[in-house]
């Protein structure tokens, strides 16, 4: 595909949009006109660039790969788009010839509301990994009206408010309503035997209509085009006897329940009416998304006895688990496929990717739920059941252990296990977690198939963390090593050579210096808060969870406010902390924890005795264009989960790449990044993973540490009290009392690690070789290499190999 469009084609491009698609003049036009004519045009490259892309696939026969997830968190994709296909100056100039500024149709662009966090960025990475490195792929999901939520601060308390993100955002979304599919609720199920053959018919049921939404995302200069797939709910059945016979609100009711679907990603659950909602998004998710996957097949293939050579199916998290026995219903019910043959099929095509290492976060269900909401699903669950409990039975196995490993336990589905059985692998996403799964969550299961398990350590979109989001670094890696670490982040090891260059050292802080002040300014325009770009730029940007230990940085953080009330005249570096995260709506205690933020934010910032040396300033509504800003002017990024409970981070790759040094636990890919950089590197803390294991068996009494460590007790007992007039006593005796995530064992470790980064920082020659070791480290950490790990060790795809001589005419 040639996507090497002149000047001049550009403004005849944007000219013909305007006028035709908007009705107005290139004079009249708004800078919101402008963005959607340049979306358009970028969408239609695309698009053709896709149909190339996958004519190629599809006549070398190259395996294609879906990739099922409840979120992708693309952000912005405009400049993503232009930068990746390489039309980013031509754009800007076309535009300067009619007076408009490219980076003004940026800002017109809202955050897509896909995604919430690291899962959805993750995915959205792999769109970008899998285009680049020419997989041919799709990534299925919902199209959420409303996305996650707005968050507000209101008087500290995390508010939620709708994030109307559509209006600005759809322009990337291409309907295709031919595509459409129905999906099917509630009922009753009828069976009959004819001779041999089994027929089911699923009765009374609800009907939904998948409506597809597609949108593209590039890979670096066009070589493939990833497709994601989003759907809509909407209820094509209209009840006219409800209508005509007065009930109005009862006939719109009706519809309205069906199309509640797609409003919001994950609706509170704390209720029935929201694990209800929730089923029901997922079995809508994966019903259309399979029906979609068969459909495609069928449409080249005259069965699915090949769809495993075919087609890799990837379930991100256990979200997508009931994409299982949907696939068995469909080759059952609709293609005449016997069980064993539909088993062989599913196994062979599907894998499971598990992001979490706590037993308390993986889903179940209700059996009497999913009977009632899913009747034929669970129906062949049911089977599912009885014929693994039939298996182990005939392998050997105890019946405890099967009781454990079974999809259906005391009346509930656990999608886990369902997962594990259901496929043939299963990845955890760094080393220490697949050992934790390995070891302990999923013990039973590695005995029993040791083969299925293996690890994928994650990775990020490095031109889109650094090339995009840092272009100031980018140049001078490029200087300094040439472009070929933009397709091979490998090369950013060469690196390495200047390390001891002054020269280079010395740039690569001026380059953090302006990126921290464009934050600065960014922050008073958008917030009011004001920064000193020399004071130390320390950040913590992830969702909001007791495990992630955000509270343990509060408290830290008020400490040594209180220590500075104390020794006004002591030698203190300047530090700014800044914090990014929102809290699940029905998350009463990660609620209060940002309360607790805001509050110590507002007593330090407004207190004239230490408010030139120390801040606090929490992001409000963090997102990826905010992470865009905030991670090239980090320098000490913080990554202090407890040690065994968190999967891997990706926060802490696209710090490190940015050049922060990593301040954390050995939890999760922080121990693949000691590994990169290694001891004088990484500021360590904290228990090993072990040892918060040895901890828990001995007895873990938070109290001790209360009574033993005078700066933790008076920050206690402050936070008891009350701070800024808010109490926080739920948190007090939430940590005195049993500290789930063991905060005070670590807290002086922490502390001690706060010192030293501190005084590393004194020393800025030190500190700017640390940072540019820990660039040069941060290769391994590219989506690229994760997707070659699944690639080859999980999908068995290989790349659509490169046509020759290939161009299109752009504007026919």
């Not at 100056?89 to 009619?98: F, G, K, Q, W």
């Not at 607790?596 to 040396?613: E, G, Q, Y």
Request: aromatic content about 10%; overall charge negative; hydrophobic content about 40%.
């Amino acid at each position: 595909m040639n996507y090497n469009l002149t000047v001049t084609q550009l403004k005849e491009g944007i000219r013909d949009k305007l006028s035709h698609t908007f009705g107005v003049s290139l004079q009249n036009a708004t800078n919101e006109e402008y963005y959607k004519a340049v979306a358009l045009i970028v969408r239609e490259l695309m698009a053709k660039g896709r149909a190339e892309f996958n004519h190629n696939a599809e006549r070398t026969g190259t395996k294609q790969i879906y990739y099922l997830c409840m979120e992708f968190l693309l952000g912005r994709s405009l400049r993503n788009n232009l930068c990746n296909l390489g039309l980013e100056d031509n754009m800007r100039a076309a535009l300067s010839e009619y007076g408009i500024k490219l980076e003004n149709l940026y800002e017109q662009e809202p955050d897509a509301g896909l995604g919430n966090g690291g899962l959805g960025r993750l995915a959205a990475c792999f769109l970008d990994g899998l285009a680049t490195q020419g997989y041919p792929a799709m990534g299925y999901s919902l199209r959420y009206e409303y996305g996650l939520f707005r968050q507000k601060l209101v008087d500290g308390w995390q508010t939620e408010l709708p994030d109307f993100w559509l209006p600005g955002g759809s322009v990337w979304m291409q309907q295709v309503p031919d595509n459409s599919v129905e999906v099917h609720f509630d009922g009753h199920i009828e069976e009959r035997w004819n001779d041999q053959y089994h027929a089911v018919r699923h009765k009374d049921y609800t009907t939904v209509t998948a409506i597809p939404f597609d949108l593209y995302v590039s890979g670096m200069d066009g070589r493939g085009i990833s497709l994601l797939r989003v759907w809509k709910a909407e209820n094509h059945q209209f009840d006219m006897n409800l209508f005509g016979g007065g009930n109005y609100m009862r006939a719109m009711e009706q519809q309205t329940m069906a199309e509640v679907i797609t409003k919001v990603l994950y609706p509170e659950d704390d209720h029935t009416e929201g694990k209800l909602l929730r089923l029901s998004q997922q079995y809508f998710l994966v019903s259309a998304s399979i029906q979609d996957i068969i459909r495609r097949h069928l449409f080249v293939h005259s069965n699915l006895d090949e769809l495993p050579k075919l087609a890799a199916i990837h379930l991100n998290d256990t979200h997508p688990v009931l994409a299982i026995p949907e696939m068995m219903r469909i080759m059952l019910d609709e293609c005449g496929y016997s069980w064993e043959a539909a088993w062989d099929i599913v196994k062979q095509t599907i894998a499971y990717t598990n992001h979490t290492v706590m037993s308390e976060a993986l889903e179940t269900w209700k059996c009497d739920l999913v009977r009632m909401r899913l009747p034929r699903i669970y129906q062949i669950i049911e089977e599912i059941n009885r014929r693994f409990w039939e298996e182990m039975k005939y392998k050997g196995v105890d019946h405890g252990k099967i009781g454990r490993m079974a999809p259906i336990q005391n009346g509930y589905v656990k999608m886990a296990n369902l997962a594990l059985i259901g496929g043939h692998s299963v990845n955890g996403v760094s080393a220490l977690h697949s050992d934790i799964l390995k070891e302990d969550l999923f013990r039973d299961f590695y005995v029993e198939e040791p083969q299925k398990f293996t690890n994928v350590t994650n990775g990020i979109a490095h031109r889109r963390w650094l090339c995009q989001s840092n272009p100031k670094l980018a140049a001078l890696l490029t200087e300094l090593i040439g472009n070929d670490y933009v397709y091979d982040a490998d090369k950013l090891s060469e690196l390495l050579k200047y390390q001891d260059d002054s020269a280079v050292l010395d740039r690569l802080e001026k380059i953090k210096r302006a990126n921290k002040e464009r934050l600065a300014v960014h922050l008073k325009h958008t917030q009011g808060d004001v920064v000193d770009p020399d004071s130390i730029f320390d950040v913590q940007v992830k969702r909001l969870h007791e495990y992630k230990r955000q509270h343990m940085n509060a408290l830290s953080i008020l400490a040594t406010y209180q220590w500075l009330l104390d020794n006004p005249n002591a030698d203190f570096t300047p530090h700014t902390w800044f914090f990014g995260a929102k809290a699940a709506p029905g998350y009463y205690f990660a609620k209060q924890i940002i309360q607790f933020i805001a509050a110590l934010a507002h007593t330090i910032n407004n207190d004239s005795r230490v408010n030139k040396k120390m801040k606090v300033i929490f992001v409000e509504n963090y997102c990826v264009t905010w992470a865009e800003l905030l991670t090239p002017a980090a320098e000490i990024s913080e990554q202090i989960s407890l040690a065994g409970t968190e999967a891997s981070g990706t926060s802490n790759m696209k710090f490190m790449i940015n050049g922060a040094i990593t301040l954390g636990t050995l939890d999760g890919a922080n121990v693949e990044i000691h590994e990169a950089v290694g001891d004088e590197n990484i500021f360590l803390f904290g228990m090993t993973a072990s040892q918060v294991e040895q901890l828990k068996r001995t007895g873990y009494n938070p109290s001790q540490h209360y009574q033993h460590d005078q700066q933790l007790r008076r920050a206690l007992d402050t936070l008891n009290h009350g701070l800024d007039g808010k109490q926080f006593g739920d948190i007090f005796k939430a940590i005195l009392q049993q500290d789930r995530y063991m905060a005070l064992a670590d807290f002086q470790s922490y502390r001690a690690a706060q010192e030293r980064a501190v005084g590393l920082y004194h020393d800025q020659t030190r500190w700017n070789k640390m940072s540019l070791v820990n660039i040069a480290g941060a290769g391994r950490f590219a989506a690229d290499r994760a997707i070659r790990d699944y690639a080859g060790n999980i999908w068995h795809a290989s790349p659509v190999p490169p046509e020759k001589n290939l161009a299109a005419k752009i504007f026919d």
